[in-house]
């Protein structure tokens, strides 16, 4: 009887070490559980195209607790449409990852098989060893891309994310790619664009004055009395001057010849 009762235990054990095993996390989902030790504490990061733009990105993670581990990755940009979340969830059997690339459709993508290469409607999950963007070189990269869905929602192609860093590297609907810049790229493009304003507002009010000036009657008639100048005449003023300043603001000085002077 007591041997009975033995191998029924030792078959329980063994039950239960089966459960253990084939709930076990792919080891794509555990290293993104694991970059918590030496993610980089850079809360605010920075991508430019290789033109003049460049726009400041809040980045945001949390990695749960010790009992509840997960991961829960925002970045969001201040001037473009990039909102992106990568979310990690240990859950069942291999764990899952969700992907939001547009919050105001409020549709997550959920990859309920994380292995490397995983695809989910078209959108696809891969893995890169190292990327090199200007002289950095970034190590074990995550790539989502969802140009190959037949409907993509995101408000962009395609993320890279470093596992260390965040994100390295986003490429716009129209495939223009921003890549991670040091902050004094970001430092020089805000004191150029300053200057550039500065340009364009006194264009701006050069061409209003004028507009006023040769819409203005002579004061100097015989009475010597002074002529008012007609509100169309300011408004008109006003309006090309607005106007030229959101075409230098647009960074389109050609858009100046739709301004009506």
């Known amino acids: 009887m007591k041997k009975v009762l033995f191998l029924a235990f030792l ?6 070490g089966d459960d253990d095993s084939s709930s076990e996390l792919s080891k794509d989902v555990q290293m993104l559980l694991d970059s918590k030790n ?3 504490e850079d809360s605010v990061i920075y991508l430019a195209d290789t033109v003049n733009f ?6 945001y993670v949390d990695f749960g607790t010790e009992v509840n581990p ?9 001037a473009s449409a990039i909102d992106v979340r990568l979310q990690v969830y240990p859950g069942l059997g291999d764990g899952s990852i969700v992907v939001t690339c547009n919050p105001a459709q409020s549709e997550r993508l959920v990859f309920n098989d994380p292995v490397f290469p995983a695809t989910e409607n078209g959108y696809k999950l891969s893995f890169k060893d190292s990327l090199k963007v200007g002289d950095s070189t970034y190590y074990d990269i995550v790539v989502f891309n969802a140009t190959d869905s037949s409907y993509n929602l995101c408000n962009i192609s395609a993320f890279y994310y470093g596992v260390h860093d965040g994100l390295v590297r986003v490429v716009s609907k129209n495939g223009v790619a921003l890549n991670r810049v040091p902050a004094k790229v970001y430092e020089a493009a805000e004191e150029r664009r300053a200057k550039e304003k500065a340009v364009a507002d006194s264009i701006a009010q050069a061409v209003a004055d004028s507009i006023v000036k040769a819409n203005t009657v002579d004061s100097s ?4 009395d002074s002529i008012a100048i007609p509100q169309e ?3 008109l003023a006003e309006s090309v001057a607005e106007c030229i300043r959101k ?10 010849k739709d301004c009506e002077i």
């Open 38 to 40: 030496g993610f980089s």
């Open 233 to 235: 005449v300011i408004d």
């Open 221 to 224: 008639g015989s009475d010597g």
């Open 11 to 16: 078959s329980l054990l063994w039950a239960c």
């Open 247 to 256: 075409a230098y603001s647009a960074g389109s000085l050609s858009a100046i």
């Open 70 to 78: 997960e991961m829960n990755y925002v970045a969001k940009a201040l």
């Open 54 to 59: 460049v726009d400041k990105i809040s980045q």
